[in-house]
């Protein structure tokens, strides 16, 4: 049995995993000395095999095993004694093995290795026809093999950094008085009022299931349905002509029994006559009533109408979870399907002081900020003036929970992604209003800067405007502030000069926009008016309306792009690599 063995001579142990009875190579590897004190100790491991080679004429296997706890490999050595060499060694083997840790001999770039003494448990593969053989793989050609892409470096390595920044995000929000509320999933409301929602429906499903049923048995005629009629009056007079003869009990019962019978088989033949082919239509439109929830509904674009209503009740909240959008989007910074951070505060409000909160100058040294979804958060608290509610924390998050993680990442994808996370939580933010952002813009125009979508005020600024702000002109995170109205989605607050909204977009170097949020309208008339002035349909926000009429209070909320923050983290460059099953135009796998 292998448990948890003491090693007497350094006092060091190794753990076993609470669930199983092998222990991660996590525990055996990055230990301070690289596992070099488990020298002596029988351990179970189990794991893929990365690189596997025969050597000693086929006398001996090393294996290079990894379990996904870690980015590092355990080497593992099998005796022909042992096993069948040859069916360890392919790459994407499954190996549990049982044996004892040894210091390799000097001059191995191991601390320490895996001498095999029992190979309990053996998942081959023919190499001949595993689909990803090779370990240095292009990111594209991994796309397409979606339910093998977490055995690789990189997408093992995005997966601890995602679950790294999602625990972040719990935590600063859990530590700072924040509730987390599950907001729906399916929704009938357009928060952005974009129309870009995936609608949620049965009927097409259930028009498919009735024409398959109607080949397969043809509907009633008119003549059947009138048959039936007939039977059902048939046996309605037998019941009569019985009563009135005064018959026995028995034989009244017997014939109310068939009388019961004729009118459901009726009922069935009426109701099977009235199927027609085809979705359901009243008016010459979609007849909705007859759709599962008896209306239309979509899945969410945003939680953060719903999430109001919980921070127009218990104040500080947040949600997190999965976004869709519809958009017909194929850059490398758009998904179909992404998870979004959204917390949202009430009495808060744009503070005419924000200018004097930014300007202090707070560096901010804590674990948090390696969370950039607590980054905007901590923004957030800036800029609505909480900022003695600020965390500190001694450490980055993400290098203390993910160091291996991100050191491959910047040795693989991206030098700087260490040097970024550093900079953003060291550096003041820059931040300027929209119309300071179109005259820079306008500026480097005139000094011969070339792009590709014009820029005038009243433009939404493209991610090329984003990105040479951010990268170029300031080279550190910009808040850019006070948008046109006219671009932006009817909740935002109008603010005095009639002409801007109190929104706040948060442009990050290598991502340009990571964070979206505003002050919300809280007045009910401003915001009745601009629904109506958006064309969109009062009905859907009267509940939305409500919270205006009833106990209207100040509050303001922010999106975070969870993966954009994860490309933020790692300098991957394409979004559909940080999400584990991404889906865009065209690409819905598994
Ligand atoms: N919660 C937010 O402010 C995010 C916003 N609804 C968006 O989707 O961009």
């Not at 498919?208 to 048939?234: G, H, S």
């Not at 003036?385 to 929970?401: A, E, Q």
């Not at 006070?482 to 170097?509: E, H, Q």
Request: negative net charge; aromatic residues 10%; proline residues 5%.
């Amino acid at each position: 049995m292998v448990s948890t063995v003491n090693d007497a001579a350094s006092g060091s142990k190794v753990e076993k995993h609470a669930f199983s009875d092998r222990v991660t190579i996590r525990t055996i590897l990055t230990r301070p000395d690289g596992g070099v004190g488990l020298a002596g100790q029988r351990v179970r491991v189990g794991g893929w095999v990365k690189t596997g080679r025969e050597q000693g004429k086929g006398s001996f296997a090393f294996l290079e095993v990894n379990d996904g706890s870690c980015p590092a490999n355990l080497q593992v050595i099998v005796d022909a004694s042992v096993a069948d060499l040859g069916q360890l060694v392919p790459t994407g083997t499954c190996v549990s093995v049982e044996g004892l840790l040894k210091n390799p001999p000097e001059g191995t770039k191991q601390k320490i290795e895996l001498r095999v003494e029992k190979v309990i448990d053996v998942g081959t593969v023919d190499p001949a026809k595993y689909p990803i053989p090779k370990t240095k793989l292009t990111l594209e050609f991994l796309r397409d093999r979606i339910h093998f892409r977490p055995r690789t470096n990189t997408i093992s390595a995005v997966a601890r950094i995602r679950n790294a920044l999602a625990y972040a995000t719990h935590t600063f929000f859990q530590e700072n008085g924040f509730l987390y509320i599950h907001t729906p999933i399916i929704t009938t409301s357009d928060c952005e009022g974009a129309g870009e929602m995936f609608q949620v429906t049965t009927l097409i499903s259930e028009a498919e299931k009735i024409e398959k049923d109607l080949i397969k048995n043809p509907p009633p005629t008119e003549a059947d349905v009138e048959a039936a009629k007939l039977v059902v009056k048939e046996k309605g007079e037998a019941v009569a002509k019985l009563k009135s003869e005064k018959a026995s009990k028995e034989a009244i019962s017997a014939s109310v029994a068939e009388l019961t019978k004729a009118k459901e088989n009726l009922a069935k033949v009426e109701e099977r006559s009235k199927l027609k082919p085809g979705i359901p239509q009243k008016d010459g439109k979609i007849d909705y009533l007859q759709d599962f929830f008896a209306r239309q509904a979509f899945l969410t674009v945003s939680g953060q109408l719903q999430v109001e209503t919980y921070a127009c009740a218990v104040s500080n909240v947040y949600t997190f979870g999965p976004t869709f959008r519809a958009e017909n989007s194929h850059t490398s910074r758009h998904l179909a399907e992404f998870w979004m951070v959204e917390p949202e505060i009430a009495f808060a409000d744009l503070k005419d002081t924000y200018n004097s909160v930014l300007d202090e100058s707070y560096t901010p040294n804590d674990s948090f900020w390696a969370s950039i979804a607590v980054m905007g958060s901590i923004l957030f608290l800036r800029i609505w003036g909480f900022k003695d509610k600020l965390p500190f924390v001694s450490s980055f998050w993400l290098l203390d929970k993910c160091l291996d993680d991100m050191e491959f990442m910047a040795k693989n994808y991206d030098k700087s992604c260490i040097d970024r996370l550093r900079m953003v939580a060291s550096t003041a933010f820059e931040r300027i209003s929209y119309t300071e952002a179109v005259d820079l813009l306008l500026e480097a125009v005139k000094e011969g800067k070339k792009f590709e979508n014009n820029v005038e005020w009243g433009i939404d600024l493209a991610s090329e405007h984003e990105r040479y702000l951010t990268e170029v002109k300031f080279q550190k995170p910009v808040i850019v502030y006070n948008y046109p109205k006219g671009i932006k989605a009817f909740y935002m607050r109008v603010n005095d000069d009639l002409k801007t909204v109190a929104a706040m977009d948060v442009l990050v170097p290598k991502v340009g926009e990571l964070i979206g949020g505003s002050q919300r309208e809280e007045r009910y008339d401003v915001i009745k008016s601009r629904i109506e002035e958006m064309g969109l349909p009062l009905e859907p926000y009267e509940w939305y309306l409500d919270l205006r009429r009833f106990g209207t209070v100040k509050h303001c909320g922010f999106g975070l792009g969870f993966e954009r923050m994860i490309l933020f983290a790692t300098g991957i460059d394409n979004i559909r690599d940080v999400i584990p099953f991404p889906r865009y135009p065209g690409r819905a796998d598994l």
